[in-house]
């Protein structure tokens, strides 16, 4: 099935038989075919989402019967759970404990928007007080309707849980488009659907390219909403062309998140999550704490530290034993991190360790985990996303002027601060411009809190209840309960 699309409730071949080879980034070997659906196939996805959103009751089971479903689907991803995390490392090349993380989290979503899909069968009312006693009223909140799902190759199965499920949860139908590097485990996702008989429609998944498939989704007047995790240029794009049929977006981007260490910082500590903050999935990461600013009296001991350690991370193929950092994603990828470590040294900046092609990894998108130091202000690796392993680190002297460095950018997904001093955390992590904001640690995600960036990185939150809220529109009902005509036009009869 996984050079198939699966669309109401079948695996289909595309309506012009195209399709595109999958490559394993470890090895560039072609491990798969998937198909490439074009307009054709997305209008007969979307159509089908419509029938099972306006006519075959999807929204209208209750929040309980929904949550069965989701339930199903996550007992199906756990019972498969090493099969699909090995896929995912075959596909994306990240390291195979941070797949099975993945696949767990995807699992775990989909059991907790069940149990807010329960919980929605009592709280999805809720009675409006109002200053006039002769009405009454309530605000309902109901499914919003057919959602376009377009996620990237970073996160691949766990980014399409993250929209899936709550969309399922809520009463939408949904039609889900991966990345084009990184499609099967989404397909995965599917088959499980299927096998624990999700209904025709309600959720179709299409692959193929961004420019075909995902834009004949933006385009298409059936969709409601668009829900998007991706770069900002394409981001910027899907919310332009939703501005034309009023669609509803969310929009999950890019960022350049800072992490401000204090002197008071145990050091090991500091080094500890400065690395999880970067080389966790090869920097590919959205919210990688990339600029680290440290302050000046530790400056030398952590970065003497941070290199120490750096260097001693084992590369290798996902699938090997003790491995800590794989291949990026792509030729592509791999070009634009080249690119922009290059860029820094043209720009001035030092490469304190990495910064190239690790000796022995000749075939594959290799990359060293890289520290850079002296990066100018204005230079493109201190301002824009590199998503690779690169990590760029500047000393500061006092909290005002990290914090003006740290909010300094125009993404604001992400932010992290570490001192012993709780005061001064909680300070920092209030001065900080940024959607998520971790103290003493940084990347640390959780499913019930909410996901989603100020400024440039994004519109909207994703996971706990506000990614459950994305999917619901709010109608409110009025009833006019007064026994007394309303005699606006009508004038009551005298002695009537
Ligand atoms: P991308 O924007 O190139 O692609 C994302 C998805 O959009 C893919 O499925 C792609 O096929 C599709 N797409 C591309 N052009 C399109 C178009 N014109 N119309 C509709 N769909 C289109 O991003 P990427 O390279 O896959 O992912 C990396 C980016 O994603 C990074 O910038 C990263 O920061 C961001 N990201 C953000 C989060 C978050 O939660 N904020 C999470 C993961 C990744």
Not at 51 to 73: C, K, M, V
Not at 83 to 92: F, G, H, K, P, T
């Amino acid at each position: 099935m996984h050079d198939k699309l699966y669309i109401d409730g079948h695996w289909v071949a595309p309506a012009q038989g195209g399709s595109a080879d999958v490559i394993n980034p470890a090895t560039e070997e072609v491990i798969q075919k998937i198909a490439m659906a074009t307009a054709e196939d997305v209008d007969i996805a979307v159509k089908a989402a419509r029938r099972a959103f306006d006519q075959d009751g999807w929204p209208q089971l209750s929040g309980t019967e929904r949550a069965g479903y989701l339930r199903a689907i996550a007992n199906g991803i756990r019972a498969r759970q090493a099969e699909i995390a090995r896929l995912e490392v075959l596909d994306n090349g990240k390291p195979f404990p941070e797949a099975d993380w993945d696949i767990a989290d995807a699992a775990g979503c989909f059991d907790f928007y069940a149990g807010l899909a329960e919980e929605f069968d009592h709280n999805g009312v809720e009675p409006i007080p109002l200053g006039d006693a002769r009405f009454v009223s309530k605000a309902v909140k109901e499914p919003l309707g057919v959602v376009g799902a377009i996620v990237p190759w970073n996160y691949p199965l766990l980014m399409a849980s993250w929209k899936v499920a709550p969309a399922l949860a809520a009463g939408c139908t949904v039609v889900l488009k991966p990345a084009e590097l990184t499609s099967l485990t989404a397909l995965e996702l599917a088959a499980i659907a299927d096998e624990v008989g999700l209904p025709a429609g309600v959720l179709n998944v299409l692959t193929g390219t961004g420019s075909t498939t995902g834009q004949a989704i933006v385009e298409h007047p059936l969709v409601d909403k668009l829900a998007f995790t991706g770069s900002g240029p394409v981001g910027s794009k899907i919310m332009a062309e939703a501005a034309r049929d009023v669609k509803r977006v969310s929009l999950e981007l890019g960022g350049k998140s800072p992490f401000v260490i204090f002197d008071d910082a145990d050091i090991d500590e500091a080094v500890e999550w400065i690395m999880f903050g970067i080389f966790w999935n090869q920097g590919q990461v959205c919210s990688a704490t990339s600029r680290v600013l440290v302050q000046e009296k530790v400056y030398v001991r952590l970065v003497t530290r941070l290199v120490e350690e750096t260097k001693k991370i084992k590369i290798g193929h996902g699938l090997e034993e003790g491995v800590l950092l794989g291949p990026l994603v792509s030729a592509r990828q791999h070009a634009k991190v080249v690119g922009d470590v290059e860029k820094a040294r043209a720009a001035g900046a030092d490469v304190l360790c990495g910064g190239q092609r690790p000796e022995g990894f000749d075939r594959g998108f290799w990359f060293e985990p890289t520290i850079l130091a002296n990066v100018p202000l204005d230079s493109e690796a201190w301002v824009e996303e590199i998503f690779g392993p690169v990590v760029c680190i500047r000393p500061f002297q006092t909290e005002a002027e990290a914090v003006a460095l740290a909010n300094d950018s125009r993404f604001g997904l992400a932010a992290a601060v570490m001192s012993k001093d709780e005061t001064r955390a909680e300070r920092v992590a209030a001065a900080f411009r940024a959607g998520i904001v971790w103290i003493n640690c940084s990347q640390p995600t959780f499913t019930e809190a909410p996901w989603g960036g100020y400024k440039q990185s994004g519109i909207g939150r994703e996971l706990g209840l506000w990614g459950f809220e994305n999917y619901l529109e709010t109608k409110q009902i009025t009833r006019f309960q007064s026994g007394e005509p309303w005699g606006w036009y009508i004038k009551p009869q005298a002695g009537a």
